[in-house]
């Protein structure tokens, strides 16, 4: 019995075939990894190479939800990936919602597409916009509860970049966060 040989699909090819697929523009498949919409056409014919630079190839890669590995062109970066916890669960309510990566990416205005690509794959942290948060909260179908408790880590997060000692100051963080807790919940 012969065996028939698999031929690996070109890169290039991969991205067309999804963007078909999906019916998703070049142009807007072009802001939602950050390149321009000349560099997708020329990417799709094969009048380019496909890009080698690790930042481009998982923005394509979180866009069709698959591992950067599946393009030949990736080179696993050396320095070791950080999972943050609330990306994670994001991604778990786009699955639970039964919605694929661009149709999320579409909810948001197009000037945030790019931005919330790399919050997904980890390159960036949330917001600490906490309007920006309800409305991953609100795309997502999210718990009032659980949108607070995100934006409280991301600003305790970020609280902490900023040099301050958060366990040290916890009555001055605890009192601000409960203040915040209140008015937050009382408009939503």
Not at 30 to 58: C, H, K, P
Not at 72 to 86: A, F, G, H, M, N
Request: glycine letters at 2%.
């Amino acid at each position: 019995m012969k065996t028939k040989q698999i031929i690996p699909q070109k890169s290039s090819d991969k991205v067309a075939s999804f963007l078909e697929k999906n019916a998703l523009h070049k142009r807007d498949f072009a802001e939602m990894i950050g390149v321009t919409l000349s560099y997708v056409y020329n990417l799709i014919d094969e009048t380019v190479s496909f890009s080698t630079r690790g930042t481009t190839i998982e923005r394509i890669a979180t866009v069709m939800e698959v591992a950067p590995e599946e393009f030949s062109e990736y080179k696993i970066p050396q320095e070791p990936i950080l999972v943050d916890e609330t990306v994670e669960l994001i991604k778990e309510y786009i699955k639970n919602n039964k919605m694929s990566v661009v149709s999320f990416l579409k909810s948001f205005p197009r000037k945030k597409r790019l931005d919330m690509v790399d919050v997904l794959r980890g390159a960036i942290p949330l917001p600490i916009d906490f309007k920006e948060i309800q409305l991953i909260g609100k795309t997502l179908n999210m718990p009032n509860e659980e949108l607070y408790s995100i934006w409280e880590t991301r600003m305790k997060q970020a609280l902490e970049s900023a040099g301050m000692n958060i366990y040290a100051n916890s009555a001055l963080v605890n009192s601000m966060f409960e203040c915040a807790k209140k008015q937050i919940m009382k408009n939503l």
